[in-house]
């Protein structure tokens, strides 16, 4: 069955790179027919962001920060000035201390775990506010996660607190938006080669530990995540949400690593 997306509009926020998560999923509804906006933070990742949204056809570009309420308000006002109403927005945004990342926990800052926290979950159920008021007809909102939020992961430490947050707020906005037709969902790939990724300590060795070890005996695909995302923010996902879906080659349905990898 083709799933298409042709007439649906929607933001994705959180492409740093052309090996970002979002980036992937962004492709992938591109090419199911979606038209897309971007938001971005900074002068820097504007220029990187710049040739991948016109290889998708996309004009609308705005610079947003998550923690600013005026930016956040200018951004859904441009969506609603420029189209109206959107039927999806992909939230892709998670930020820590890279210093609190290779440690342990228990050394965590005040401050790191309040602007972690902040960045990581409170800022998905600030966009899930603001979307919800241009979503008259019904819609998707989309986060990423990652199994370190119910496993304990090496050097994940608070960005493990910040998406167990997250996952719970996606349970909760989706019981709270349901009877608008507005579905919430989370995708949890197993780790992945992006930029966010490379700043958790021993990323290196969770990745090929994952990808030795997983069911499928590979990590996941930015065309794998971008198809999951496609289907669930689709008419074909039309009765899911509050859902945390894995896309990780199978890896946490494992007790312990492979019998060859012991």
Known sequence: MTISMTGKRGL?????NERSIAWGIAKAMAEAGAELAFSYQGEAFGKRLTPLAESVGSD?????????????????????DKWGSIDFVVHAIAF???????????DTSRDNFKNS????CYSFIDVARRAAEIMPNGGTLLT?????SNRVTPFYNVMGVAKAALES??????NDLGP?????????PGPMKTLAGAAIGGARKTYKHTG????????????????????LASDAGACTTGEIIRVDGGFHVLGMPQPENI
Do not use: H, W
């Open 96 to 106: 820590s201390d890279k210093a609190e990342l290779t440690g342990k926990i228990r």
């Open 212 to 231: 030795e070890n997983a069911p499928l005996r590979d990590n996941a695909t930015l065309e794998a995540v971008g198809g999951t995302a496609v289907y």
């Open 60 to 80: 609308f570009m705005v610079d947003v920060d998550v923690t600013d309420d005026n930016s956040m308000d200018a951004c859904f006002a441009a969506l609603k």
């Open 144 to 148: 990423l996660t990652y199994q370190g």
């Open 12 to 16: 994705i926020m959180g492409v740093a």
């Open 169 to 174: 707020a996606t349970r909760y906005l989706a």
């Open 117 to 120: 926290m902040a960045i990581s």
């Open 180 to 188: 608008d037709g507005i579905r919430v969902n989370a995708i949890s």
